[in-house]
Every structure is written in structure tokens, then in C-alpha cells.
């Protein structure tokens, strides 16, 4: 079962427009949420994260919001450069028990940004 | 600190092969996390180590595949009879701390079984 869902594999936007990439996660024990890029032939590059006691973090252009009772999570890049362009990843991570931290990521959105 | 490497960045094998991948996480990091990452999909774990514990392991990991840690430093991935199926990128990641925190990724070998 898909418990961390990115239903737009990709996403075209203007340089200098707002890019929104959307993330839907299914199991309620998530409580930590983290956005990746990735360029191809490199691993992927951590860039923000939220805890589940938040609904907004902010760093820089990137901000992830999140709605918990939707099970909703976006990440908005403002404004968009085509440095942005790569794959992004929603991942999610219970705290406590035995996960010991493992994240469970989402299929990805391939985010073009044109000068 | 040159971030996690992977050895060898890419390996072309034959079915039935044994093959062995290296990751070197980022010193002094004790968390290091063993993903794989097929056509299409985000990376999925595959098993845990803290230390040279070897502590979580997802029912991905079939008897073919066996990962160590030896002295809590590089680790080890091994898959013994390999199947084309088991063609992927394989991603090792590391964490400085216990807890559900942000985990820096290695560049990944792919793996191809031909």
C-alpha cells in the first residue's frame, strides 16, 4: 500500500511563479515530514522539513505546509528558478516505536521550471 | 566532510551473480539507513543499522540480501543470486541522531541484472 502519495508526477512552471507540489500521506502514526530533490544521477538532497505540532516552516523560497486533519502536506517554492528544476520527494517518518527513523517517501513530482 | 560515498556507482551483472555495494557514511554519523529505488517510484527502505546493530529490516530484504556494518563505520550490502528484478538504484543515507530527523543521501549504485 501507498501510504505517502504524490498523485502529479510533474509539474510546469514560469520562472518567478509560485511552484506548489502537493503530498497526501494515508498512515496516521506519521508525525515528521520531509521534502528531497533530486538531480538524476545524484542522491537525493534534503531541503525542508515539519513536525506534525506545526502547520507551516519556512526557510528561504521554500515553505511546507501542513494539514493534518486533511493528511495533506505542500511544499511552495516562490519564486521558482530554473535551478528548481528536478524531482522532488514528499517522505514521512513515525517517531518512537520501531521505526527507528525510516522514512517512507512518495513516487515524486518532476517540477520544470522555464526561464 | 565529503558527505556519504557509494562504491561502485554503477554495476552491470549476469542472473545468478553475487554482487557487493559499499557505502561510507558520513563519520561519526551512527545512524545509516540502506534504501533501493526503482523506475518511477521514490526510494523504499530496505534495513537499519545503528552502530554495527543491525537493527530494522523490511520484508523487501529477501534471504538473497544480507547488509553489515562491521565496527559501526562502512557498510555493506550484499545480493547473493541475483535476479533481474533486482535491478534498481541502491541508496545508502546516514543520520547524526536518533529520532525521526533528515537523512543525507549517498549518489546510489545502479544496479543492472541482465
Known amino acids: 500500500d501507498q501510504q505517502v502519495k504524490q498523485n502529479s508526477p510533474s509539474l510546469s512552471v514560469q520562472e518567478g511563479r509560485i511552484s506548489i507540489l502537493n503530498c497526501d500521506y494515508t498512515?496516521?502514526?506519521?508525525?515528521?515530514f520531509l521534502w528531497y530533490k533530486k538531480y538524476p544521477a545524484e542522491g537525493p538532497t534534503f531541503l525542508i522539513s515539519i513536525s506534525s505540532i506545526k502547520d507551516k516552516n519556512e526557510d528561504g523560497r521554500f515553505t511546507v505546509f501542513l494539514n493534518k486533519s486533511a493528511k495533506h502536506l505542500s511544499l511552495h517554492i516562490v519564486p521558482s528558478q530554473p535551478g528548481d528544476s528536478a524531482v522532488y520527494f514528499c517522505?514521512?517518518?513515525?517517531?518512537?516505536?520501531?521505526?527507528?527513523?525510516?522514512?517512507?517517501f512518495g513516487q515524486g513530482t518532476i517540477l520544470t521550471v522555464h526561464p | 566532510d565529503t558527505g556519504v560515498s557509494q562504491d561502485p556507482r554503477h554495476k552491470i551483472t549476469k542472473r545468478g551473480q553475487n554482487v557487493t555495494f559499499r557505502c561510507d557514511p558520513i563519520?561519526?554519523?551512527?545512524?545509516l539507513y540502506w534504501y533501493r529505488q526503482t523506475l518511477g517510484q521514490g526510494p523504499e527502505f530496505l534495513t537499519y543499522?545503528?552502530?554495527?546493530?543491525?537493527?530494522?529490516k523490511s520484508r523487501l530484504l529477501s534471504d538473497r540480501f544480507s547488509a553489515e556494518r562491521p565496527k559501526g563505520s562502512f557498510s555493506t550490502l550484499e545480493i547473493q543470486r541475483t535476479e533481474q528484478g533486482d535491478s534498481a538504484m541502491y541508496l545508502c543515507?546516514?543520520?547524526?541522531?536518533?529520532?525521526?530527523?533528515?537523512?543525507?543521501f549517498g549518489p546510489g549504485t545502479r544496479l543492472t541484472v541482465t
Open positions: 543515507a546516514s543520520s547524526p541522531r536518533p529520532g525521526p530527523y533528515e537523512q543525507y
Open positions: 563519520s561519526e554519523h551512527n545512524r
Open positions: 517522505a514521512a517518518s513515525a517517531d518512537g516505536g520501531t521505526s527507528y527513523g525510516k522514512l517512507t
Open positions: 498512515n496516521s502514526m506519521f508525525d515528521y
Open positions: 543499522f545503528q552502530n554495527e546493530a543491525q537493527l530494522e
